[in-house]
């Protein structure tokens, strides 16, 4: 990993963070450093904890009863685990999108002005709602039934209704888990452009199965794989054209070149 | 939404990339021609500076290439148009080379005194550069129509070629003396006649983008590369 940037760079970091559940090791020593309004992917195959990764930088993992973290994960100079940190405000302030698109099921207005508002908004909605709507480049589609249920959206319209309503609370930082892994080629693509739209003003983390999606949309990429005790451990760290034009471990080789297991 | 748009944007920068070689190689061209007529050594080394880099911006854009390959894949008409950027820089790479040849003959011959058939060889280097300017912008516009019809004029160079070829023969028969020397300028000749040459390769890449088709765009004869007729 290139060490050059100084910290006004980082927008989120782990150190030596490992994560149990029960007794189980599930991922060990990850020291990842995410930069600012930079998008970053994190790639590697099933099981190597990179959606545990991603979900701990949230605390989504505080859900899980057995989970348990070891080290740290620094958000402006605070470790968000220390035991003054309220989650709530920790999500807040980082979003994110899951897997498959979950709307509420409520008008497509409701969706956005519900976690707005339970974040104690108090502007114009409307405007809110708006503005949101255009970030996540559906606006045009949805500006005239905007209450109609969400649910009758297309999966693709769905996610970017997801991405508006994290945005709506105005986060700095929005995790991504397989945004696009349940659309199609199209609607997959409009997710990368809109997250590259998105990037001067947020820092984007993104983990996908899809490594040519890492390849096409990420700044940096992150390279995980399992260790012999079937912890996923962090294989290599770098710029993304570097990551898959001449990477510096032969497994990472290995694996963006298909020859992986 | 345009989907793309990266691609799109980078596809677009490396076009502007290769018409700035493609300056870079007319100039040095001129400055090379430049250095002969007025016999100036300071000139020449000048047209090894510009080779430098010349070479530094085709790797450039070569590294360019190979980075949108592996993170964007592009297909189709993307793939062909950056398959085909990957061969004409290396073909404008080439034609930097034998500017940098036609200045390290104006080194060689130093004040050394011979008759030059200047205006052949300028006529050569000016329809030449015309071809490469008119061939790249058929490049990036993608006009593969005004790409075939540029192959056309290689036969004036090439006519060119066997006048100057015929010249320096009678000098070197006239002078036998002076061989050596008339050799190095047989080589300013080749090389301006293989420029043209080249061009006619980036016509084709032209062609191959915008059809898919590989095909040979010649309107010569002779498909015998280092021997142009000699009537």
Not at chain 1, 136 to 156: C, Y
């Amino acid at each position: 990993m290139d060490e050059n940037n100084g910290n006004q760079d980082i927008a989120i970091e782990s150190r030596d963070l490992n994560i149990y559940y029960g007794s189980f090791r599930a991922v060990k020593n990850i020291n990842l450093k995410i930069r600012k309004n930079k998008i970053t992917a994190i790639i590697g195959p099933s099981g190597c904890g990179k959606s545990t990764v991603l979900r701990s930088f949230n605390r989504m993992n505080d859900f899980i009863p057995a989970c348990r973290i070891e080290g740290e994960i620094l958000f402006q100079d605070q470790n968000i685990y220390a035991p003054e940190v309220d989650p709530v405000q920790v999500r807040r302030r980082i979003g994110m999108v899951f897997q498959r698109p979950n709307p509420f099921p409520k008008s497509i207005y409701d969706n956005i002005a519900w976690g707005a508002r339970a974040n104690g908004f108090q502007g114009n909605m409307d405007e809110l709602v708006e503005s949101t709507l255009r970030a996540a480049a559906l606006w045009d589609e949805v500006k005239d039934i905007l209450k109609q249920n969400a649910l009758s959206l297309s999966g693709g319209q769905q996610q970017r209704l997801c991405l508006a309503r994290a945005l709506a609370i105005q986060p700095e930082v929005i995790l991504m888990d397989e945004p696009a892994s349940a659309l199609d080629p199209i609607a997959t693509l409009k997710i990368e452009d809109l997250m590259r739209e998105l990037a001067p003003h947020y820092t984007i983390l993104i983990v996908t199965h899809n490594m040519q999606q890492a390849a096409r949309a990420s700044d940096y990429t992150a390279f995980f794989t399992m260790d012999d005790d079937r912890a996923g451990m962090m294989v290599e760290y770098g710029p993304t054209e570097e990551i898959f034009t001449r990477p510096r471990d032969r497994r990472t080789e290995d694996y963006i070149t298909g020859r992986f297991g | 939404m345009a989907s793309r748009d990266r691609l799109t944007q980078q596809v677009s920068h490396l076009q502007d990339e290769i018409l700035l070689l493609g300056q870079m190689v007319e100039q040095a061209t001129q400055k090379a021609m430049d250095s002969l007529r007025t016999r100036d050594t300071r000139l020449a080394r000048e047209v090894y500076e510009h080779d430098l880099q010349i070479n530094e911006k085709r790797f450039a854009i070569e590294n360019a290439i190979l980075i949108l390959f592996a993170t964007q894949q592009p297909m189709a008409r993307d793939l062909r148009q950056l398959a085909a950027m990957l061969e004409v820089s290396t073909e404008l790479e080439r034609m930097g080379d034998y500017a940098k040849g036609i200045a390290k003959v104006t080194l060689r011959l130093g004040t050394f005194d011979i008759p030059i058939p200047m205006q052949e060889l300028d006529d050569m280097a000016r329809l030449s550069m015309t071809m490469l300017q008119k061939s790249l912008q058929a490049f990036v516009d993608g006009d593969h129509r005004l790409a075939m019809t540029i192959p056309q004029q290689d036969n004036e160079v090439d006519q060119l070629y066997n006048q100057v070829h015929h010249k320096l023969i009678e000098t070197m028969i006239a002078n036998p003396e002076t061989i050596d020397q008339v050799n190095l300028l047989m080589w300013v000749a080749h090389n301006l006649e293989r420029a043209a040459d080249r061009v006619t390769n980036i016509c084709e890449r032209t062609v191959f983008i915008a059809t898919g088709e590989m095909m040979e765009v010649d309107y010569t004869d002779d498909e015998s590369e280092d021997f142009p007729d000699e009537e």
